[in-house]
């Protein structure tokens, strides 16, 4: 019997943001996965070390692996922007400041872009699935897209009202979560990881 069924055919998700776990159980609720977040077990947060998406996303999973006995899936992503360097990247979240206040983190990118005739940007996400016996496999998908100002709609979360899609008009914030769900960083990296099969996770 593997680990994932003594779980009750749950799949632990590193992440104490209620958005994207919202986001993660929508999109796995079809392939007859269903969730548990880490802070309803509660799992203590790590603190986010690593340099890179995928650096964080491994710490994450593996953390909660170890510390619950079951498997786990964590999402570390974020905006990078172009004229901005592809800050604030993997900040994305610590930009938003200890209210994690998104308002304040969407002006502060218009502040740095300071008129930049380049507002491409693109959001990245990084899946990692660990398991108690230390391995771990990782996934990746990314959006491009644009930034507006003002940010518009009150649908997401986080970067999502200030960002619209290459080839769309309306922002992440106006999108139904469905359309979001068609094309978004985390909806690529999720195909990745049901392209791979996910019968050992349930
Ligand atoms: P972390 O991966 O939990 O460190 O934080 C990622 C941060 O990136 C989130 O708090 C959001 O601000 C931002 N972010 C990641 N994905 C999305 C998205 O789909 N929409 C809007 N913001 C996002």
Known sequence: MSVGRMSGGKLVIA?????KVREIADLLAPHGLSVVSAA??????PEETGATFAENAILKATDAANASGLPVLADDSGICVAALGGQPGIYSARWAGPDKDFTVAMQRIERELAGAADRSAAFICVLCLAWPDGRYETFEGRVDGTLVWPPRGTKGF?????????????????MDPAAKHAISH????FAKVLARGVADLR
């Not at 992440?15 to 958005?19: A, F, K, R």
């Not at 986080?158 to 106006?174: A, K, N």
């Open 15 to 19: 992440s104490h943001n209620p958005g």
């Open 40 to 45: 309803r077990l509660g799992l203590p947060e």
């Open 158 to 174: 986080g970067y999502d009202p200030m960002f619209v899609p290459e080839g769309g008009s309306l922002t992440f914030g106006e």
């Open 186 to 189: 985390r909806a690529r990296a």
